[in-house]
């Protein structure tokens, strides 16, 4: 059964920090990996898929990495703001096709 | 509108009542989920729909009642809750079910059941 991790659970960090997220799961059978965004009370944010066949993905100040052999996944935010304080969840599109989550990390970015 | 919108956005209910959850995708897209946000859980999947046939029930109980009359439009009946039934509904939708495809979310509902 797939199991995803995220470690640190919490994370708080002064302004302009580059700061990592990660993700671990326990079945490399995966077809992607995802990392979403969510605020208080909203929905998800999908921030970057990584294909099972890719290493990594960017947008902007994100970057996300992803190594299948050994399940493990890092969310890579460089020069961190107060905007980006949200809890952030990594999710893995199993072998049948179903997303299983991490619990998430809460991140608070201090101004 | 775009994207998935969910309706309403805060429910609260008693154990004896019937309500409905509505969500509606604008994107096209063939295959629409609901899932359960509990506090300090992470999200689970409950059911998935591809062009509006029911393809995963993930032993959710029966007094959640999924319907899906097009592969625009999803809902979640519910009738006899239970307070621990009481969490964050969220839909979602993709272009298809089978892999490699981004998951598309919807705001959510937050149901209180008292």
């Known amino acids: 059964k797939q199991e995803v991790t995220q470690i640190p659970a919490a994370l708080s960090v002064p302004e302009g920090e580059n700061l990592v997220l990660n993700c671990s799961f326990t079945?490399?059978?995966?077809?992607?990996l995802q990392w979403f965004r969510q605020d208080p009370g909203k929905g998800l944010t999908s921030l970057l898929l990584?294909?099972?066949?890719?290493r990594e993905q960017t947008s902007g100040r994100l970057n996300a990495s992803l190594d299948k052999s050994s399940g493990r996944s890092t969310l890579y935010i460089a020069a961190s703001q107060p905007g980006d304080s949200a809890t952030y969840l990594c999710?893995?599109?199993?072998?049948?096709?179903?997303?299983?989550f991490g619990s998430g990390t809460r991140l608070l970015v201090r101004p | 509108e775009t994207g998935v919108t969910q309706t309403p956005r805060h429910l609260v209910m008693g154990m004896t009542n019937k309500k409905s959850l509505k969500c509606e995708q604008h994107?096209?897209?063939?295959?629409m989920y609901w899932y359960k946000q509990s506090a300090k859980k992470p999200l689970e999947l409950m059911f998935v729909?591809?062009?509006?046939?029911?393809?995963e029930n993930n032993s959710v109980p029966s007094r959640f009642s999924p319907e899906c009359p097009n592969s625009s439009h999803l809902f979640l009946h519910l009738h006899t809750l239970q307070p621990e039934d009481s969490a964050l509904y969220l839909c979602?939708?993709?272009?298809?079910?089978?892999?490699?495809?981004?998951?598309?979310f919807g705001p959510g509902t937050r149901l209180t059941v008292t």
């Open positions: 979602a939708s993709s272009p298809g079910t089978s892999g490699a495809g981004e998951q598309y």
């Open positions: 079945d490399s059978a995966i077809y992607n």
């Open positions: 990584i294909q099972s066949s890719q």
């Open positions: 999710a893995v599109e199993d072998s049948s096709y179903k997303l299983i």
């Open positions: 994107l096209g897209h063939n295959a």
């Open positions: 729909y591809n062009f509006k046939e029911q393809t």
